[in-house]
């Protein structure tokens, strides 16, 4: 089995955000669910720089594309009750 380059822990870093798993369970829980239309780099939450480094590396499928990827899906999740 193929190893992950970089975790959500990493990703967070690279973004600048707080990257402890409970922050980064906090803020999933915080910004979900991101409607489908809405496209991960264009959510209001993200700095120019973040959302330009999430589209980057989403378009030239970069090493970071494939945890970029699960960020977007747990953000799309429902909200938990």
Do not use: C, K, Y
């Amino acid at each position: 089995m193929e190893e992950l380059l970089h975790s959500l822990t990493s990703l967070f870093q690279q973004l600048g955000l707080p990257s402890s798993p409970e922050e980064i369970r906090h803020f999933i829980d915080a910004h979900r669910p991101l409607p489908e239309q809405v496209s991960l780099h264009a959510a209001p939450f993200w700095s120019r720089s973040q959302a330009a480094f999430l589209l980057e590396n989403i378009q030239n499928d970069a090493d970071w594309a494939e945890v970029i990827d699960r960020l977007n899906v747990a953000l799309r999740e429902p909200r938990r009750q």
